[in-house]
């Protein structure tokens, strides 16, 4: 049953069969007229317009009720098979439109009364995957109308009708690449009155069986048929012969590993009685608090009663041996205040190396080649801070300035030095 929604929006009834295919579309340009400004005539407008469907008194749709709106600009679709279970009762389908531009809102409701299909059995149903196709695509009534000519002129029923289309993204299957247009595909089962062609029934020969597991094309004669539109996957067809199907109950032998039938589920009432649970709250908090307590009491008697203090120390210890700590300490506290007050010269390893007569500086025993790491722990530089030059006599009776260098200790100047220099 294919059905368009007209320009006259009030509510519609549709009259969809059990177990045939239902398509209803709704045009976006039915619905441009719905909202203000309102178009003049011959006047065209693009608004972006979206579908929201749901039945009423419920925030979504039935079950066998699917929706697909690709894009703002493009129509949406209902689509689904009607069960059986809902044959007689009216399902009321809310639309409402919403203008993406302007944020207007349209309103409109469809109702679905389903009729009974026992006029029409189809026990042999097929279903096919279709791998270059979308179910948008399918769902055109042009579209599916050849699909519906090409399986009847393979399989030659009298009465064939479209049961079910689903998208492949709806049976696990996964979103294809965007590139080299690729479809996401979509299986479409039909229902015949007439048993399978000799043709279908190719696939389940264990040549073909064979070729499937080996993920290789199986050999259909009537592939020609469909290949000019339709890219088939004939691996994934299913042939579903509803006059040859038994029941598949088993009794249930009990044994091991088998729990006895309970019977059904009897909830408990609703009188039950209320129970206390502060019994249950002071042996869970009491208890442990007051092991607690009691270890707290002991260790702290252990820690602050029992201490036998220093007095008691002194009295138990000999008295020779606190004379020698006490001289031990004394002699520790009196090098610690002499190291305080270190007054004394610098030894002579700390100062400029010069000869013992002459007074000049000895130039370094190692060339300016040696590496840094062959110098001497003590090395003569030039021009320090905190030098003096001194006038010394020469045999011919002139002088000459000879530099040494300045040091403190303690913020005290080493004089000494400079005055056994001066004495020479």
Same mark, same amino acid.
């Given at each position: 049953?294919?059905?368009?929604?007209?320009?006259?929006?009030?509510? $519609?009834?549709? #009259?969809?069969?059990?177990?045939?295919?239902? !398509?209803?579309?709704?045009?976006?340009?039915?619905?441009?007229?719905?909202?203000?400004?309102?178009?003049?005539?011959?006047?065209?407008?693009?608004?972006?317009?979206?579908?929201?469907?749901? /039945?009423?008194? #419920?925030?979504?749709?039935?079950?066998?009720?699917?929706?697909?709106?690709?894009?703002?600009?493009?129509?949406?679709? /209902? #689509?689904?098979?009607?069960?059986?279970?809902?044959?007689?009762?009216? %399902?009321?389908?809310?639309?409402?439109?919403?203008?993406? $531009? %302007?944020?207007?809102?349209?309103?409109?409701?469809?109702?679905?009364?389903?009729?009974?299909?026992?006029?029409?059995?189809?026990?042999?149903?097929?279903?096919?995957?279709?791998?270059?196709?979308? !179910?948008?695509?399918?769902?055109?009534?042009?579209? /599916?109308?050849?699909?519906?000519?090409?399986?009847?002129?393979?399989?030659?029923?009298?009465?064939?009708?479209?049961?079910?289309?689903?998208?492949?993204?709806?049976?696990?299957?996964?979103?294809?690449?965007?590139?080299?247009?690729?479809?996401?595909?979509?299986?479409?089962?039909?229902?015949?009155?007439?048993?399978?062609?000799?043709?279908?029934?190719?696939?389940?020969?264990?040549?073909?069986?064979?070729?499937?597991?080996? &993920?290789?094309?199986?050999?259909? %004669?009537?592939?020609?048929?469909?290949?000019?539109?339709? #890219?088939?996957?004939?691996?994934?067809?299913?042939?579903?012969?509803?006059?040859?199907?038994?029941?598949?109950?088993?009794?249930?032998?009990?044994?091991?590993?088998?729990?006895?039938?309970?019977? &059904?589920?009897?909830?408990?009432?609703?009188?039950?009685?209320?129970?206390?649970?502060?019994?249950?709250?002071?042996?869970?908090?009491?208890?442990?608090?007051?092991?607690?307590?009691? /270890?707290?009491?002991?260790?702290?008697?252990?820690?602050?009663? $029992? $201490?036998?203090?220093?007095?008691?120390?002194?009295?138990?210890?000999?008295?020779?041996?606190?004379?020698?700590?006490?001289?031990?300490?004394?002699?520790?506290?009196?090098?610690?205040?002499?190291?305080?007050?270190?007054?004394?010269?610098?030894?002579?390893?700390?100062?400029?190396?010069?000869?013992?007569?002459?007074?000049?500086?000895?130039?370094?025993?190692?060339?300016?080649?040696?590496?840094?790491?062959?110098?001497?722990?003590?090395?003569?530089?030039?021009?320090?801070?905190?030098?003096?030059?001194?006038?010394?006599?020469?045999? %011919?009776?002139?002088?000459?300035?000879?530099?040494?260098?300045?040091?403190?200790?303690?913020?005290?100047?080493?004089?000494?030095?400079?005055?056994?220099?001066?004495?020479?």
């Amino acid at each position: 049953m294919y059905t368009i929604f007209s320009k006259v929006h009030s509510d $519609r009834d549709v #009259y969809p069969s059990a177990g045939v295919l239902f !398509v209803h579309v709704l045009e976006r340009e039915s619905f441009k007229g719905e909202f203000p400004p309102y178009p003049k005539p011959g006047e065209i407008s693009n608004d972006p317009i979206t579908f929201n469907t749901n /039945l009423m008194g #419920y925030p979504d749709r039935p079950g066998w009720l699917r929706y697909i709106q690709r894009t703002p600009y493009s129509d949406g679709v /209902l #689509y689904g098979s009607p069960t059986a279970e809902n044959v007689g009762k009216p %399902t009321i389908i809310e639309i409402t439109a919403y203008n993406r $531009r %302007t944020f207007e809102t349209a309103r409109h409701n469809l109702i679905i009364n389903i009729m009974s299909a026992e006029d029409f059995p189809l026990p042999y149903q097929a279903e096919f995957f279709i791998k270059n196709m979308n !179910v948008e695509e399918m769902l055109a009534s042009e579209v /599916l109308g050849d699909f519906l000519g090409a399986v009847k002129n393979v399989w030659q029923p009298e009465r064939l009708n479209a049961i079910n289309i689903t998208s492949a993204l709806d049976r696990g299957g996964r979103v294809p690449l965007p590139i080299n247009d690729m479809k996401e595909g979509v299986y479409v089962m039909v229902g015949a009155d007439v048993p399978f062609s000799s043709c279908l029934r190719e696939v389940e020969n264990p040549q073909n069986q064979l070729r499937c597991s080996q &993920e290789m094309e199986p050999v259909i %004669t009537c592939d020609k048929k469909f290949r000019s539109q339709f #890219y088939i996957d004939w691996c994934k067809i299913s042939l579903v012969d509803k006059t040859k199907q038994v029941s598949t109950f088993q009794e249930v032998i009990r044994g091991e590993g088998i729990l006895p039938d309970g019977g &059904e589920y009897k909830p408990p009432s609703d009188s039950l009685k209320s129970r206390d649970y502060y019994t249950d709250f002071l042996i869970t908090l009491a208890v442990p608090s007051a092991v607690a307590l009691v /270890l707290f009491l002991i260790l702290a008697y252990i820690m602050c009663c $029992r $201490r036998e203090g220093v007095e008691k120390r002194n009295m138990q210890t000999p008295d020779i041996q606190l004379v020698h700590h006490s001289a031990i300490q004394k002699s520790t506290k009196e090098l610690r205040d002499m190291s305080k007050n270190r007054e004394i010269a610098w030894p002579l390893s700390t100062l400029p190396v010069f000869h013992p007569v002459t007074g000049e500086i000895i130039p370094p025993l190692h060339a300016d080649s040696y590496e840094s790491t062959n110098m001497p722990l003590m090395q003569t530089q030039q021009n320090l801070p905190h030098q003096t030059q001194i006038p010394q006599q020469q045999t %011919t009776g002139d002088f000459r300035l000879t530099t040494f260098q300045r040091f403190e200790v303690n913020g005290i100047p080493e004089e000494r030095k400079l005055t056994e220099a001066m004495n020479l």
